[in-house]
Nanobody, 124 residues
Framework: QVQLVESGGGLVQAGDSLRLSCAVS????????MGWFRQAPGKEREFVAA????????DYADSVKGRFAISRDNAKNTVYLQMYSLKPEDTAVYYC?????????????????WGQGTQVTVSS
Protein backbone atom coordinates (compact mmCIF):
# COMPACT_ATOMS: atom_id res chain seq x y z
CA GLN A 1 0.00 0.00 0.00
CA VAL A 2 1.31 3.41 -0.96
CA GLN A 3 2.05 5.74 1.91
CA LEU A 4 2.43 9.49 1.61
CA VAL A 5 3.50 11.46 4.63
CA GLU A 6 3.01 15.20 4.41
CA SER A 7 4.72 17.59 6.77
CA GLY A 8 5.54 21.25 7.16
CA GLY A 9 2.11 22.70 7.72
CA GLY A 10 1.30 25.06 10.55
CA LEU A 11 0.01 28.43 11.66
CA VAL A 12 1.72 31.46 10.14
CA GLN A 13 1.01 35.12 9.57
CA ALA A 14 0.20 36.71 6.27
CA GLY A 15 3.37 37.30 4.28
CA ASP A 16 5.24 34.41 5.85
CA SER A 17 6.64 31.37 4.08
CA LEU A 18 6.26 27.63 4.57
CA ARG A 19 7.66 24.58 2.87
CA LEU A 20 5.55 21.46 2.68
CA SER A 21 7.13 18.07 2.14
CA CYS A 22 5.57 14.82 1.02
CA ALA A 23 7.53 11.60 1.42
CA VAL A 24 6.21 8.80 -0.78
CA SER A 25 6.72 5.08 -0.39
CA UNK A 26 5.56 4.23 -3.90
CA UNK A 27 8.28 2.38 -5.87
CA UNK A 28 7.20 4.05 -9.10
CA UNK A 29 7.62 7.53 -7.62
CA UNK A 30 10.47 8.51 -9.94
CA UNK A 31 8.21 7.84 -12.94
CA UNK A 32 5.06 9.42 -11.48
CA UNK A 33 3.76 12.94 -11.80
CA MET A 34 3.03 14.56 -8.47
CA GLY A 35 0.58 17.24 -7.49
CA TRP A 36 -0.46 19.39 -4.58
CA PHE A 37 -4.09 20.17 -3.90
CA ARG A 38 -5.88 22.00 -1.13
CA GLN A 39 -9.29 22.06 0.43
CA ALA A 40 -10.69 24.84 2.55
CA PRO A 41 -13.69 24.33 4.85
CA GLY A 42 -16.90 24.20 2.85
CA LYS A 43 -15.10 24.22 -0.47
CA GLU A 44 -14.14 21.61 -3.03
CA ARG A 45 -10.64 20.29 -3.33
CA GLU A 46 -8.70 22.47 -5.74
CA PHE A 47 -5.53 22.15 -7.75
CA VAL A 48 -2.48 24.02 -6.52
CA ALA A 49 0.55 22.75 -8.44
CA ALA A 50 1.87 19.72 -10.30
CA UNK A 51 5.22 18.47 -11.53
CA UNK A 52 6.21 15.87 -14.07
CA UNK A 53 8.33 12.85 -13.18
CA UNK A 54 11.45 14.58 -14.48
CA UNK A 55 10.71 17.89 -12.85
CA UNK A 56 10.92 19.64 -16.20
CA UNK A 57 7.22 20.39 -16.51
CA UNK A 58 5.41 22.33 -13.81
CA ASP A 59 1.94 23.77 -13.63
CA TYR A 60 0.41 26.18 -11.14
CA ALA A 61 -3.02 27.47 -10.33
CA ASP A 62 -3.34 31.14 -11.16
CA SER A 63 -4.00 31.93 -7.51
CA VAL A 64 -0.53 30.74 -6.46
CA LYS A 65 1.55 31.42 -9.56
CA GLY A 66 4.60 33.48 -8.64
CA ARG A 67 4.21 32.72 -4.92
CA PHE A 68 4.46 28.92 -4.74
CA ALA A 69 7.12 26.59 -6.17
CA ILE A 70 6.84 22.85 -6.58
CA SER A 71 9.92 20.65 -6.75
CA ARG A 72 10.91 17.04 -6.24
CA ASP A 73 13.87 14.91 -5.25
CA ASN A 74 13.53 11.50 -6.85
CA ALA A 75 16.47 10.15 -4.86
CA LYS A 76 14.51 10.86 -1.68
CA ASN A 77 11.05 10.01 -3.03
CA THR A 78 9.91 13.42 -1.87
CA VAL A 79 7.96 16.27 -3.40
CA TYR A 80 7.97 19.78 -1.99
CA LEU A 81 5.79 22.86 -2.09
CA GLN A 82 7.56 26.06 -1.17
CA MET A 83 5.04 28.75 -0.33
CA TYR A 84 5.94 32.43 -0.15
CA SER A 85 3.88 35.53 0.61
CA LEU A 86 1.13 33.51 2.17
CA LYS A 87 -2.35 34.99 2.33
CA PRO A 88 -5.31 34.19 4.59
CA GLU A 89 -7.07 32.73 1.55
CA ASP A 90 -4.32 30.10 1.33
CA THR A 91 -5.68 28.58 4.53
CA ALA A 92 -6.63 24.97 3.81
CA VAL A 93 -5.66 21.36 4.23
CA TYR A 94 -2.95 20.63 1.67
CA TYR A 95 -2.74 17.22 0.05
CA CYS A 96 -0.08 15.69 -2.12
CA UNK A 97 -1.03 13.15 -4.75
CA UNK A 98 0.68 10.93 -7.30
CA UNK A 99 -0.23 9.93 -10.80
CA UNK A 100 1.29 6.77 -12.25
CA UNK A 101 2.58 7.05 -15.75
CA UNK A 102 3.34 10.72 -15.57
CA UNK A 103 1.43 13.55 -17.18
CA UNK A 104 0.72 16.80 -15.43
CA UNK A 105 -2.98 17.16 -14.74
CA UNK A 106 -5.14 19.49 -12.70
CA UNK A 107 -8.13 17.30 -11.95
CA UNK A 108 -8.09 15.22 -8.77
CA UNK A 109 -9.57 12.05 -10.36
CA UNK A 110 -6.44 11.82 -12.55
CA UNK A 111 -4.33 11.01 -9.50
CA UNK A 112 -3.92 7.48 -8.22
CA UNK A 113 -2.76 7.89 -4.63
CA TRP A 114 -3.16 10.56 -1.98
CA GLY A 115 -1.76 11.67 1.32
CA GLN A 116 -3.76 12.44 4.44
CA GLY A 117 -3.17 16.16 4.27
CA THR A 118 -1.47 18.80 6.36
CA GLN A 119 -3.15 21.91 7.72
CA VAL A 120 -1.93 25.35 6.70
CA THR A 121 -3.47 28.30 8.50
CA VAL A 122 -2.58 31.87 7.59
CA SER A 123 -3.69 34.59 9.95
CA SER A 124 -4.19 38.17 8.85
Amino acid sequence: QVQLVESGGGLVQAGDSLRLSCAVSERTFSRDAMGWFRQAPGKEREFVAAISWSGLTKDYADSVKGRFAISRDNAKNTVYLQMYSLKPEDTAVYYCAGRRGGGVYRDPPSYDYWGQGTQVTVSS
